[in-house]
């Protein structure tokens, strides 16, 4: 208005000796970009983080459906294991190569004496369904008489390996090797079934998390 | 304002143009007129000149304005501390509740393993597979038979008919329904991947734009499985629904194997978790691993011994216990009928429990080792005190007889032992006291150390203490059944447990079920001792393990059928008249066999049980003797035990009656 265009009287006049006046304009510029920078700078870092953040979510999703993925996974695996090392599913499979449930235990001492009354076992009955194949019934049985040696029974179905063992061993250091080779199946089910135990509570939170 | 200018002036009466002028060109000087403008063109026309309108006083309206502004700012006050001072937290909870999602994180439910820490019962991921039935109906699909065309999809993948599956689907004015329970993930990942290939397939051009399966969901959900089945079925109980144990183990230890459910809160939007607000709750902690004292293989013998011969003798039940005889372990508990854990809808409920230490029945002449246990104990006679066992003997209101009818046995104690005499037996424990009275004391007080008549110690849901009467209430009848067997109740761990007291020199060591538990941190932490209690002199025991062999290795004796070459086995048969529970009285028996091996230097302590044979034989020595040595066997097998080579004392059974 009127008042603007004529030389500042009154409270403006006071207000405009305040405003910096004279060529101060070129030492303005340099603060003037170190507040872009700086506003721009950290605008930017920010955006970056929150996308790295973002990014990182990702990645932890991606990582939390392998998990699950590999922890179905190892349940399948471990259920398989698990039906295969079942002493149900031992006796049949040992069945199958000709091995019959041995007598009563004998045992060979390291000096030769033998303890208990060793007996031969009983012939496998030919099984109803034709499942082993016959030549390879034959040859099953002879390593396990000979081995065995004065224990010819090739002993219980599942105890096969250490009953062998023991009535070769018979002492109690060897007794302990026997015990700790004596039937690999199982000895590798409680190794899968250790692995299983100990792997499930890192997996936990993931999988129900999900 | 009004201070400076006098409120009458502020409205200027359209009246006198000229006049206000100096005054508000003053007020001008000060402060420019708010709006000078738009006053000025408005002037009244002029016909209104002459009316001069008295104007109301202006304080009033200002005073209204006022009342009515403080009114609403009160009101704004009142609503404001009403939101965040008298209902704040209601507030700040309702918007957290929209601001955060929060889940339960669900702990995972401990193992039960064998002694070997072969896992018997864990748990692992399942889905239950649900659909939500409106995409389902022809609007939402644009096919008539959707249901139906899903259903001849799923049911291949889901075990189930095709036409119960179109059925839920096709339920009316419903969002959710349940269509199979505890799916294993790979059940889950096809049918997911079907999904794919119908969405695929719809988006293709000519296609209906909508995915078949599109309405197919799943929920995670968590599933107890037993990888042997049947396998110590009786002893690891089973789950419910909710998974929380129901039965057996899981249910006495649900609390160690159960766990803490754990909570997890995050910012959301949109259901998704917000990544740079972080989240807070308390991580689920895993229930403990529970390792049992039961051998996975020798139960699995037992197991299999004891259903073949149920079976065979069409028998109600049995039961048989393998129980190490220096720590009281149990090495195996096997029930026959058994159950599958795995698929419970097909379980018969009355085979659910664990019947050997559910089941009360009368144990018959195994208990008779009780018997004379307190007569050597007493000192009342030794094993080669001859008694006359006429063929009849009357007692009280009875006439009591002998399994087979005979002519008068000329036999040792041990020979009533090795021949089972229940009349030799009641002639013994009449020496106990010297009055009828006293005897039964003294012999309910040995039967109570032995463990009769109360729990055995295992703390297992629905386990029987069996039934003992006070010695003064005994019936006529009964003070003289008690010394062979009938006339009281126990379970079989309760008569497996006497032989182990015997075995183990007269020290009762209490049976144990759990070793230990393996706590979330891989802490072991092994189960309390059992308890010790000296029954009878290691000399008894000794004696009593003794007259025992002669019971299998004597040509007269009643268990030959248990012998295993080369060891010296001490055992003892038994036949027991059966209480019908559902008639109440006797009818049928109770076969029994219990012994353990070696008898010099015993180990394990095998108890078997069979409840009503009646198919063939039902003698104990004829049908529990075989299972006896076949369970025998394969312990003394799987735990290395030797023969200790030593001759067996074969004490005389019979004496010559000529002086």
């Known amino acids: 208005?009127?008042?603007?265009?004529?030389?500042?009287?009154?409270?403006?006049?006071?207000?405009?000796?305040?405003?910096?006046?004279g060529p101060s304009s070129a030492a303005r510029t340099p603060f003037v970009l170190l507040v872009v920078v700086l506003l721009g700078g950290g605008l930017i870092s920010l955006l970056l983080l929150n996308s790295a953040l973002n990014q990182g979510s990702f990645k932890l999703r991606e990582l939390k459906d392998r998990t699950t993925e590999l922890t179905d996974e190892e349940q399948a695996l471990q259920r398989d294991v698990d039906a295969h090392a079942a002493p149900d599913a031992l006796e049949r499979a040992a069945r199958r190569l000709g091995m019959v449930p041995g007598g009563s235990p004998a045992f060979l001492g390291p000096d030769g004496k033998v303890l208990g009354v060793p007996s031969a076992a009983p012939s496998p009955e030919p099984s109803p369904t034709p499942v082993p194949a016959p030549p390879t019934e034959p040859p099953a049985a002879p390593p396990a008489t000979s081995v065995a040696g004065t224990d010819p029974a090739p002993t219980d179905q599942l105890q096969q390996q250490s009953?062998?063992?023991?009535?070769?061993?018979?002492?109690?250091?060897?007794?302990?090797?026997?015990?700790?080779?004596?039937?690999?199946?199982?000895?590798?089910?409680?190794?899968?079934?250790?692995?299983?135990?100990?792997?499930?509570?890192?997996?936990?939170?993931?999988?129900?998390?999900? | 304002m009004p201070s400076q200018e006098p409120p009458r002036r502020r409205v200027p009466g359209p009246a006198r143009p000229a006049r206000p002028r100096p005054a508000s060109a003053g007020a001008r000087s000060a402060r420019p007129a708010p709006r000078p403008g738009t006053r000025r063109p408005a002037p009244r026309p002029p016909a209104r000149k002459p009316r001069t309108i008295k104007l109301g006083s202006p304080r009033p309206r200002l005073r209204l304005i006022s009342v009515g502004l403080t009114l609403v700012m009160l009101v704004f006050v009142g609503r404001l501390l009403?939101?965040?001072?008298?209902?704040?937290?209601?507030?700040?909870?309702?918007?957290?509740?929209?601001?955060?999602?929060?889940?339960?994180?669900?702990?995972?439910?401990?193992?039960?393993?064998?002694?070997?820490?072969?896992?018997?019962?864990?748990?692992?991921d399942a889905y239950d597979i649900t659909a939500d039935p409106k995409l389902f109906t022809p609007e939402e699909s644009k096919v008539p038979d959707a249901p139906e065309q899903a259903a001849a999809l799923l049911a291949p993948l889901l075990g189930k008919e095709p036409?119960?599956?179109?059925?839920?689907?096709?339920?009316?004015?419903?969002?959710?329904?349940?269509?199979?329970?505890?799916?294993?993930?790979?059940?889950?990942?096809?049918?997911?991947?079907?999904?794919?290939?119908?969405?695929?397939?719809?988006?293709?051009?000519?296609?209906?734009?909508?995915?078949?399966?599109?309405?197919?969901?799943?929920?995670?959900?968590?599933?107890?499985?037993?990888?042997?089945?049947?396998?110590?079925?009786?002893?690891?109980?089973?789950?419910?629904?909710?998974?929380?144990?129901?039965?057996?183990v899981e249910s006495m230890l649900d609390g160690e194997l159960a766990g803490k459910d754990g909570k997890i809160r995050f910012t959301q939007s949109n259901g998704r978790q917000v990544p740079t607000a972080g989240s807070q709750g308390t991580p689920a902690v895993p229930g403990s691993d529970v390792e049992l004292t039961i051998d996975r293989d020798i139960q699995w013998a037992a197991q299999r011994a004891i259903t073949e011969q149920v079976r065979k003798s069409k028998a109600d039940r049995g039961y048989v216990i393998v129980q190490d005889t220096r720590t009281g372990e149990v090495l195996a508990m096997a029930n026959a009928p058994g159950f599958d854990p795995n698929d419970l809808s097909a379980a018969n409920s009355a085979s659910m429990g664990n019947a050997a230490l559910q089941d009360a029945y009368e144990p018959?002449?195994?208990?008779?080792?009780?018997?004379?246990?307190?007569?050597?104990?007493?000192?009342?006679?030794?094993?080669?005190?001859?008694v006359v066992v006429p063929n009849r003997l009357h007692r009280g209101d009875r006439l009591f007889k002998d399994d087979v009818d005979h002519i008068t046995w000329y036999l040792t104690l041990n020979g009533v032992l090795a021949k089972s005499s229940n009349i030799g037996t009641i002639l013994a424990t009449g020496q106990l006291g010297a009055t009828q009275a006293e005897s039964n004391r003294i012999l309910d007080s040995y039967l109570r150390k032995f463990g009769i008549g109360s729990p055995t110690g295992l703390d297992y849901p629905g386990e029987t203490s069996g039934i003992l009467a006070k010695p003064e209430k005994w019936s006529t009848s009964q003070q003289y059944t008690i010394p062979f067997g009938q006339g009281l109740s126990v379970n079989a761990m309760q008569a497996a447990s006497v032989y182990s007291t015997i075995a183990n020199g007269g020290v009762r060591v209490e049976p144990s079920l759990v070793r230990g538990t393996k706590g979330p941190d891989g802490r072991f932490t092994p189960a309390p001792e059992p308890a010790k209690t000296r029954v009878v002199s290691e000399k008894t025991a000794r004696t009593l393990a003794e007259m025992l062999e002669s019971v299998v290795d004597d040509r007269e004796g009643t268990g030959t059928r248990a012998a295993i070459p080369g060891y010296r086995v001490a055992g003892k048969t038994?036949?027991?008249?059966?209480?019908?529970?559902?008639?109440?009285?006797?009818?049928?028996?109770?076969?029994?066999?219990?012994?353990?091996?070696?008898?010099?230097?015993?180990?394990?302590?095998?108890?078997?049980?069979?409840?009503?044979?009646?198919?063939?034989s039902y003698f104990g020595g004829q049908i529990c003797g075989p299972i006896y040595k076949k369970v025998m066997e394969f312990a003394l097998k799987t735990l290395h035990v030797a023969p200790t080579g030593r001759e067996a004392p074969r004490l005389p059974v019979t004496f010559d009656p000529t002086p």
């Open chain 1, 1 to 21: 208005m009127s008042p603007a265009k004529g030389p500042l009287k009154g409270r403006a006049a006071r207000l405009g000796r305040l405003m910096p006046s």
């Open chain 1, 163 to 210: 009953a062998l063992d023991t009535s070769v061993a018979g002492t109690d250091p060897a007794r302990t090797d026997a015990a700790s080779e004596a039937d690999p199946a199982a000895g590798t089910a409680a190794d899968t079934t250790a692995s299983g135990a100990t792997v499930p509570p890192t997996t936990l939170p993931t999988t129900s998390g999900r």
């Open chain 2, 82 to 124: 009403q939101v965040q001072a008298v209902h704040a937290d209601a507030y700040a909870a309702k918007a957290a509740a929209y601001r955060y999602q929060e889940y339960t994180l669900s702990a995972e439910r401990g193992e039960i393993t064998d002694r070997n820490g072969i896992a018997l019962a864990s748990s692992v």
């Open chain 2, 163 to 248: 036409a119960e599956i179109a059925k839920k689907l096709r339920t009316p004015k419903s969002r959710y329904t349940l269509l199979a329970r505890k799916q294993t993930p790979q059940v889950w990942n096809q049918i997911r991947d079907l999904k794919r290939v119908y969405g695929q397939k719809a988006q293709e051009p000519g296609g209906t734009k909508v995915n078949l399966l599109g309405g197919i969901l799943s929920e995670p959900s968590s599933k107890r499985v037993y990888p042997n089945g049947e396998l110590a079925a009786g002893i690891l109980g089973y789950v419910n629904a909710e998974g929380r144990g129901a039965g057996g």
């Open chain 2, 364 to 386: 018959g002449s195994t208990s008779k080792v009780m018997s004379m246990a307190a007569v050597l104990e007493e000192g009342k006679a030794a094993p080669d005190t001859h």
């Open chain 2, 574 to 616: 038994g036949t027991a008249n059966r209480v019908d529970p559902e008639l109440g009285r006797y009818k049928g028996y109770t076969a029994s066999f219990a012994g353990f091996a070696p008898a010099d230097a015993p180990r394990v302590t095998v108890y078997c049980a069979i409840q009503n044979p009646t198919k063939g």
